[in-house]
């Protein structure tokens, strides 16, 4: 069971990035996926969620507008494409797989690092 995430990188201010994060072992579609970041010196943050059971999302006020969530079962990949990217959005962003967007998370990925010049 293995949990991936990748497209972070480097980009400025207003530019945009599309994060991954694809499954092995498991079906991404049986779980609600998460995004969630953290800054140096801060906590870890969630950042937006997808249901498994109808496909609702969730968004942090931080990034409303400006960031979506979306699911590929077919790749059993969910996305987060992040535009308006502002230097506030830098930090390493992991995805997170559980029962719901308010529960627990039971697999983790491996962090991908985003950074914004300004």
């Known amino acids: 069971v293995q949990l991936q995430a990748s497209g972070g990188g480097l980009v400025q201010f207003g530019g945009s990035l599309r994060l991954s994060c694809a499954a092995s072992?498991?079906?991404?579609?049986?779980?609600?996926i998460g995004w969630f970041r953290q800054a140096p010196g801060k906590e870890r943050e969630g950042v937006s969620c997808i249901r498994s059971s109808d496909g609702s999302t969730y968004y942090a006020d931080s990034v409303k507008g400006r960031f979506t969530i979306s699911r590929d079962n077919a790749k059993n990949t969910v996305y987060l494409q992040m535009n308006s990217l502002k230097p506030e959005d830098a930090a390493v962003y992991y995805c997170g797989a559980g029962g719901g967007c308010s529960g627990s998370v039971i697999y983790w990925g491996e962090g991908t690092q985003v950074t914004v010049s300004s």
């Open positions: 072992g498991f079906t991404l579609d049986d779980y609600a």
